[in-house]
């Protein structure tokens, strides 16, 4: 326990004071990052095929009803769909 406590004493004196107020930034985004999604999404992420060009792909499923499509790198797929202007016109109407 006492080796433990010394380790974590010598991790901040490698890191420097100077950079907890840092982590500390870094940690409060990521837990705002994470308070978004936990209240945005609705359920999960569930792993879809694109009904048009069949690609693979996720669909965020929000609380507000919309349904968000990414590709498995993380971009919309409305970008990258041949078929995405189809969605648009639908979606209108
Ligand atoms: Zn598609």
Redesign the pocket.
């Known amino acids: 326990m006492t080796d433990e406590l010394e380790s974590a004493g010598q991790i901040l004196e490698r890191l420097g004071l100077a950079e907890i107020p840092r982590l500390q930034a870094e940690i409060d985004q990521l837990r705002q990052n994470i308070t978004f999604l936990f209240e945005h999404l609705n359920v999960s992420i569930v792993k879809r095929e ?1 009904v ?2 069949h ?1 693979p792909m996720y669909l965020a499923l929000l609380k507000s009803g919309r349904k968000m499509p990414f590709n498995p790198d993380g971009s919309s ?1 409305f970008s990258s ?3 995405a202007n189809e969605f648009r016109k639908e979606r209108k109407a």
Do not use: E, L
């Open positions: 694109c048009r060009c690609a797929h769909c041949p078929f």
